[in-house]
């Protein structure tokens, strides 16, 4: 499957920035970038599964199951400025996909770059910076077939700051600023 190069990571930044955007949009790909989640996953998620205390979310029905995931510093802070009335985290995104790929089109990449692509992008970034396996299947939420993982229900420091290299490595190629969904649009800050 195909995967975001630096160079469509940052076009992609930059489709995100202006008044076209929805705000809801914007942010749920962001989140989605930042997470490595499944895009129905992001478009489900409900207030009531964060846990900002420990930085994670708790999804009661996934592909796989129950699902406790860990959520970097920036992807939380996003779901976190999102809280105000409804149920959503990301309300108004029943046509998730449609409003993604308009989205693509407009940054000027190819339509094979789908939801899912920013999935295996955070799985293949995170391996190119050093993460091993088991740590990129738990961030993923991928489930685990050792009789071990079945005792272990917990998060953990290291857990926490991988999801936070990662997400700050993506952040970075896609020119989101520090904080919580806010882009620069990098094109208009390059020197010749």
Request: with cysteine; net charge positive; charged share 20%.
């Given at each position: 499957?195909?995967?975001?190069?630096?160079?469509?990571?940052?076009?992609?930044g930059?489709?995100?920035?202006?008044?076209?955007?929805?705000?809801?949009?914007?942010?749920?790909?962001?989140?989605?970038?930042?997470s490595g989640?499944?895009?129905?996953?992001v478009v489900?998620?409900?207030?009531?599964?964060?846990?900002?205390?420990?930085?994670?979310?708790?999804?009661?029905?996934?592909?796989?199951g129950?699902?406790?995931r860990?959520?970097?510093?920036?992807?939380m802070e996003?779901?976190?400025a999102?809280?105000y009335?409804?149920?959503?985290?990301?309300?108004?995104?029943?046509?998730f996909?449609?409003?993604?790929?308009?989205?693509?089109?407009?940054?000027?990449?190819?339509?094979?770059?789908?939801?899912?692509v920013?999935r295996?992008?955070?799985?293949?970034?995170?391996?190119?910076?050093?993460?091993?396996e088991?740590?990129?299947?738990?961030?993923?939420?991928?489930?685990t077939?050792?009789?071990t993982a079945?005792y272990?229900h917990?998060?953990?420091?290291?857990?926490a700051?991988?999801?936070?290299?990662?997400?700050?490595?993506?952040?970075?190629?896609?020119?989101?600023?520090?904080?919580a969904?806010?882009?620069?649009d990098?094109?208009s800050?390059?020197?010749?």
């Amino acid at each position: 499957p195909p995967r975001l190069t630096g160079a469509a990571s940052s076009l992609l930044g930059t489709a995100l920035v202006g008044p076209m955007v929805k705000p809801e949009l914007r942010d749920a790909i962001i989140f989605l970038a930042l997470s490595g989640w499944r895009s129905g996953e992001v478009v489900n998620l409900r207030h009531d599964a964060l846990d900002p205390a420990r930085r994670c979310a708790v999804l009661a029905s996934t592909k796989t199951g129950r699902s406790t995931r860990q959520l970097a510093r920036r992807a939380m802070e996003i779901a976190a400025a999102r809280l105000y009335e409804g149920e959503l985290v990301f309300p108004g995104l029943g046509g998730f996909p449609k409003a993604f790929g308009r989205l693509v089109s407009r940054a000027g990449l190819p339509a094979d770059i789908t939801p899912h692509v920013l999935r295996h992008s955070f799985a293949s970034e995170a391996a190119d910076i050093g993460l091993s396996e088991s740590t990129i299947g738990a961030l993923l939420g991928h489930s685990t077939r050792s009789v071990t993982a079945g005792y272990i229900h917990r998060l953990d420091a290291a857990l926490a700051a991988s999801a936070d290299v990662v997400a700050d490595h993506i952040a970075g190629l896609m020119g989101i600023a520090a904080g919580a969904s806010e882009v620069v649009d990098l094109a208009s800050r390059r020197v010749a």
